[in-house]
């Protein structure tokens, strides 16, 4: 060989090196194209509702010409509209999957048009829907570490800023989207809304007292929204942390002070010490209209209840007259003049957002077996109603006494292949408190496992910032594959996970 060709051979080989080992470090931190599967021997039906949820879930990505972004995720109700609490509920359990989903981008289409005054051919069916963008984008970006769309949120569209400050100025009957007219009204102590404005709409908040509330929403002007109020105080909480989370303290302050005074007034006005919850107010006299619903937890979910409250509040969750029994977190107290055993929308029905809520929140104050419990029993009640009921499905909302769909105020049943934000309960809470991965931090690379040693358990193909692991339980030996160390907590004892094999003994 001449030194000519020895040199471009010894070139040609040190590329094919090269080429190898870029091959095989993009193979070791490439991310999957699907969705995690979980492992869960002790009941597969779980598991067969769980890949449901996400078949279904993927029959919802749409695409629509002019949209800010498409394709996006449809919240399974109307192809024609979309909404701001589904979608932004909805992304709790699209994280998951963000690599293989429009998730978090979906919420231009709501920013866009409200913000930036953009024009989009969907309608936006209720722009004064709950505040939930900072809460949704924050548990967002701990799971995906996405600094550069959060200080593009922050910095250059102030989109969470501006959306905090739009909720209390938006003049009552305004337009957006061609959306229904907005409703919401600030006033020193509060929110006048309505429930389709709120989400629940047909709820019977807001009633005299002793006497049933009309079959459709009530609409009372006197009355106070305690989930307005909270919303806006758990939005200026999460823009605080996400300010936190990429290091300016100077704005984190400030948003910590205006959640603060939100806390202050809510703890003043809105708790009632003798039945230890929140209620709604009368604008007028100030006095709890006294109903208990899963909208008086976002304070809670807000963390703006002390222990003392806490204990008092799990307490309606564990009470089977209240909104426990066999199936908890009903829209109205099973004692109520209201409930309808048959559910009747948001008079007795069982909703998978607002019972997600109320476990995240109960969750925050170490009620981890309370959760769990909850967790188990509306994801079993949603596994009945599927091998059950025909068809075999994921329901808009469920029967508190039966395993069936609830049925609306006309009597019909709910809609079909939800998913939506039913989803929540055989993805978000089956990964969460099921089997117990209940804190995912891509910051810093951090997975705290609540684990109950029953049977095979575990998640393969968990992709949270740019790790992807597999973590299995079986016969008190874990087993975890990474591309990345991390740090797994398991039942609060600490284990150092390096890339590769790892198996622990417990």
């Known amino acids: 060989m001449t030194k000519k060709n020895f040199t471009y051979a010894f070139i040609a080989s040190m590329l094919l090196i090269a080429c190898s080992k870029k091959v095989k470090n993009s193979e070791a931190t490439s991310k999957p194209t699907n969705h995690p599967t979980i492992i869960y021997s002790p009941n597969q039906d779980y598991v067969e509702l769980y890949n449901k949820a996400w078949e279904i879930a993927k029959e919802h990505v749409k695409s629509s010409d002019g949209l800010v972004q498409s ?68 548990d967002f970006y701990k799971f995906s570490n996405d600094t550069k769309h959060v200080k593009k949120l922050l910095y250059k569209k102030e989109y969470l800023q501006k959306h905090f400050e739009w909720f209390d100025t938006v003049p009552k009957g305004t337009v957006i989207a061609n959306s229904a007219k907005t409703w919401l009204k600030k006033e020193p102590n509060g929110y006048q809304w309505e429930g389709g404005r709120s989400g629940m709409d047909n709820t019977p908040r807001g009633r005299e007292k002793g006497k049933s509330a009309k079959k459709n929403r009530p609409n009372n002007p006197d009355m106070l929204w ?29 948003w910590k002070s205006k959640y603060n005074a939100i806390k202050q007034k809510i703890n003043t006005l809105y708790w009632d010490e003798e039945d230890g919850i929140y209620y709604d107010l009368n604008r007028k006299t100030l006095k709890p209209m006294k109903l208990i619903t899963p909208a008086s937890y976002w304070p809670m979910l807000a963390e703006m209840c002390d222990s003392v409250q806490a204990k008092k509040m799990v307490e309606h ?65 949603m596994s009945k109603t599927y091998r059950q009921y025909k068809p075999h499905t994921i329901w808009e909302c469920y029967s508190p006494t039966e395993p069936k769909p609830a049925l609306t105020i006309h009597g019909d049943i709910v809609r079909p292949d939800f998913c939506g934000w039913s989803a929540l309960g055989p993805i978000s809470l089956m990964i969460e408190n099921v089997i117990g991965f209940y804190d995912i931090n891509a910051q810093n690379k951090t997975v705290k496992w609540n684990l109950h040693k029953e049977g095979i358990q575990g998640i393969k193909n968990l992709v949270f910032g740019n790790v992807v692991t597999d973590i299995i339980y079986e016969n ?26 790892n198996k622990l003994g417990l």
Do not use: C
Request: proline share 6%.
């Open 226 to 254: 305690i989930d307005a109020i909270a919303q806006q105080g758990l939005s200026a909480l999460n823009i605080s942390k996400l300010f936190t989370s990429i290091g300016d303290t100077i704005q984190a302050n400030i």
């Open 476 to 501: 008190d030996v874990v087993k975890v594959k990474t591309n990345q160390k991390f740090i797994l907590t398991i039942n609060n004892v600490d284990y150092t996970i390096n890339e590769g094999i």
């Open 317 to 381: 969750i564990k009470n089977p007259e209240a909104l426990g029994g066999d199936v908890p977190w009903t829209t109205v107290p099973r004692n109520d003049i209201d409930f309808d055993p048959k559910g009747g929308y948001w008079r007795g029905s069982i909703w998978i957002p607002t019972a997600y809520m109320g476990i995240k929140a109960i969750q925050k104050y170490g009620y981890f077996g309370l959760a769990r419990n909850n967790a188990l029993s509306i994801i079993d009640h």
């Open 71 to 138: 394709p996006y995720i449809d919240e399974a109700f109307d192809e024609s509209t979309i909404w701001i609490w589904d979608t932004a509920f909805m992304l709790h359990f699209f994280k998951y999957a963000s690599f293989d989903f429009p998730a978090i981008e979906s919420l231009n289409n709501f920013y866009a048009p409200i913000h930036d005054n953009t024009e989009i051919p969907l309608r936006i069916e209720i722009p004064d829907n709950p505040p939930l963008f900072a809460w949704t984008e924050h």
